[in-house]
């Protein structure tokens, strides 16, 4: 194995006990950083101990940048790394504090690390919740074209609903627009009931009803959508990370990335073969 081959087994996998170990050590970091921002936004620890967050904090970030480094240099595709999500979000956890060289307050960006507790998955390599994450998130991707038409139908009924309430109740029982109509309608709809405004004509009440009635009806759709999605989502995945594209989205039983092809037990065979030996 090439030194980029050791580091990617090290920052990718997580069926290595450097690799656990290594995962292991940057949530704990992770942790520690975001506790770093918490206890520095509160004013009265902040003017005592200041000076020492802002150490730690560059301490940190310094170990994020070498970090974030290892991973683009020990793939073979940098960009399949760099543009994906958590490459995006280390990115993001990584340059707040070289920003607030420059522009005061953006500081509060350090939170988005805590988007990288994600990896919580990897450490404990949770196939099986891992893999149920990845069907939810395939679910959700695949469910997008029939709720964005189901939202279009909500959007059309909270448009007509508000109408109707603007013209029944009129602006001396709230209603003063038929934007507010609308805004009722959802908030009515969704079954939040703010309570801000509310019909009082018997008509207006009438309609009401229906609206919640209606409201827990559709509140299951999104659900039924979804859920019959998961069920065509049945197979199991794994913490695999293909060493040439960075793909993670692998079948456990795939013995190749079906992303670019590239073998993903190549050394899981050389360390059979070592035994044999």
Not at 154 to 181: D, K, L, N, Q, W
Not at 226 to 249: I, L, P, W
């Amino acid at each position: 194995m090439t030194w980029k081959e050791k580091v990617h087994e090290v920052i990718y996998e997580a069926d290595t006990k450097a690799g656990k170990v290594f995962d292991i050590a940057l949530l704990i970091v992770i942790v520690a950083s975001l506790v770093l921002v918490i206890l520095d936004s509160v004013e009265y620890i902040s003017l005592q101990y200041h000076s020492l967050f802002v150490t730690l904090e560059w301490i940190i970030t310094i170990f994020f940048t070498i970090e974030y480094i290892l991973r683009v240099i020990s793939i073979k595709k940098p960009k399949n790394y760099i543009f994906s999500f958590y490459g995006i979000v280390d990115f993001l956890s990584t340059v707040p504090l070289y920003i607030s060289l420059v522009f005061a307050g953006s500081g509060a960006l350090l939170s988005l690390r805590a988007l990288r507790l994600l990896r919580v998955f990897r450490i404990f390599k949770l196939v099986r919740y891992s893999g149920a994450g990845s069907s939810v998130a395939i679910a959700l991707r695949n469910s997008v074209p029939k709720i964005l038409i189901f939202l279009y139908s909500v959007v059309i009924i909270s448009f007509i609903a508000g109408t109707i309430m603007y013209i029944v109740e009129g602006p001396e029982h709230g209603y003063t627009s038929i934007p507010r109509g609308i805004y009722w309608a959802i908030v009515t709809l969704t079954t939040v009931g703010f309570g801000d405004i509310h019909p009082i004509t018997p008509l207006g009440q009438f309609i009401a009803t229906i609206i919640m009635l209606l409201g827990y009806g559709i509140i299951a759709v999104p659900t039924g959508i979804v859920t019959a999605e998961m069920a065509k989502e049945n197979f199991r995945k794994n913490t695999q990370v293909c060493s040439n594209c960075g793909e993670n989205d692998h079948r456990d039983s795939a013995e190749f990335c079906h992303k670019c092809g590239y073998s993903l037990n190549k050394r899981q065979q050389e360390k059979e073969i070592e035994n044999e030996d």
